[in-house]
């Protein structure tokens, strides 16, 4: 398996300001990652994918300037909400991509719950 | 992502039954169907994963099945307990991965 770790694990803060949420591999490097979003009682949405050295993938619909992805290092990936709103309030959840012999696997962080007041 | 259409939405099941959730995707080009469970709050553990090269994996008393030319997969749990009580996600993909609605599995004592 592979072991992924997120902080912070719950965050509450001011609308207007900016959060950030790191993502990191335990135990092996990862040159792509992927942040999800899942509101209550719905599915995991992906956002964006990270790619180690470059530019971040984004998902139609989601705003870069407003979710910065920074993935400096084959251990680190993180996410920061900037001028958060409450709609915004969600559960933040990174995964790491593992590639294996015929099998390539997504292994998931714990997850960050955002609540925007 | 691409759609997958995920049913049932809920699943209620006496407590030894088997359940059976079923994903329909559209994308040919996936060659990755893992299914996920996720309990309150907490991440998606991977259960029971299959690839496009085979059509039946079992795992003890999970098993995943895929019919790639009516693109569908299934999941079956036999013998059902208290704690497969969760949401269960079905995913389809290869790097990237689109996820189902989810599937609310409660299983009756």
């Known amino acids: 398996g592979a072991v992924v770790s997120q902080h912070p694990s719950r965050v509450i803060c001011k609308s207007g300001t900016s959060v950030k949420i790191e993502c990191r591999s335990l135990d092996f490097q990862a040159t792509t990652m992927f942040w999800y979003r899942q509101f209550p009682k719905q599915s995991l949405m992906l956002m964006a994918t990270s790619n180690e050295g470059s530019k971040a993938t984004y998902e139609q619909g989601v705003e870069k300037d407003k979710f910065l992805i920074n993935h400096a290092s084959l251990t680190l990936s993180t996410l920061t909400v900037t001028s958060a709103h409450p709609e915004d309030s969600s559960f933040y959840i990174c995964?790491?991509?593992?590639?294996?012999?015929?099998?390539?696997?997504?292994?998931f962080g714990p997850g960050t719950r955002l609540l925007v007041l | 992502g691409e759609n997958v259409e995920q049913h049932p939405s809920t699943l209620s099941v006496q407590e030894g039954d088997s359940a059976v959730i079923k994903c329909t995707y559209s994308?040919?080009?996936?060659?990755?169907f893992p299914w996920y469970k996720q309990e309150l709050g907490k991440r998606p553990q991977l259960i029971i994963d299959i690839r496009s090269n085979v059509g039946e994996k079992k795992d003890q008393r999970i098993a995943v099945t895929l019919n790639k030319t009516a693109k569908h997969f299934s999941l079956h749990i036999t013998e059902t307990q208290p704690e497969d009580s969760a949401v269960y996600f079905c995913?389809?993909?290869?790097?990237?991965?689109?996820f189902g609605a989810g599937t609310t599995v409660t299983v009756r004592a």
């Open positions: 995964s790491v991509h593992r590639d294996r012999v015929f099998q390539e696997t997504q292994y």
């Open positions: 995913a389809w993909g290869s790097t990237k991965l689109s």
């Open positions: 994308d040919s080009a996936s060659n990755y």
